[in-house]
């Protein structure tokens, strides 16, 4: 089984800044990619962004030029720095992850972490 754990939502003000952590841990032998999601009330759930191995990203249209992924391959961990921040992306933010859990076996998809809460004020 693998767990994940999302953290570094908060409150902040239009224009602000968040950096969001999400730590995979568990049976893993390796992850060959990483994706930030969010979903808002009466919303469906998007996705963010998404890191690759390879460091190959790619952005949903409305947070590109202010959102960056990156990814921490030793620690299994990756993060969404938030910059210039707009109510619109208030949502509870998730993480998921293409794993390996052995090397033997496929890449599977993980379920969701717990989420983390970001909301922007005006």
């Known amino acids: 089984q693998v767990h994940l754990v999302e953290s570094g939502g908060g409150l902040v003000q239009a224009g602000g800044s968040l950096r969001l952590s999400c730590a995979a841990s568990g049976s893993i032998f390796s992850i060959n990619a990483m994706g930030w999601y969010r979903q808002a009330p009466g919303s469906q759930r998007e996705l963010v962004a998404r890191i690759t191995t390879g460091d190959s990203t790619n952005y949903a249209d409305s947070v590109k030029g202010r959102f960056t992924i990156s990814r921490d391959n030793a620690k299994n961990t990756a993060y969404l720095q938030m910059n210039s921040l707009k109510p619109e992306d208030t949502a509870v933010y998730y993480c998921?992850?293409?794993?390996?859990?052995?090397?033997?076996?496929?890449?599977?998809?993980?379920?969701w972490g717990q989420g983390t809460q970001v909301t922007v004020s005006s």
């Open positions: 998921n992850a293409e794993y390996a859990p052995n090397r033997f076996q496929r890449y599977y998809l993980t379920g």
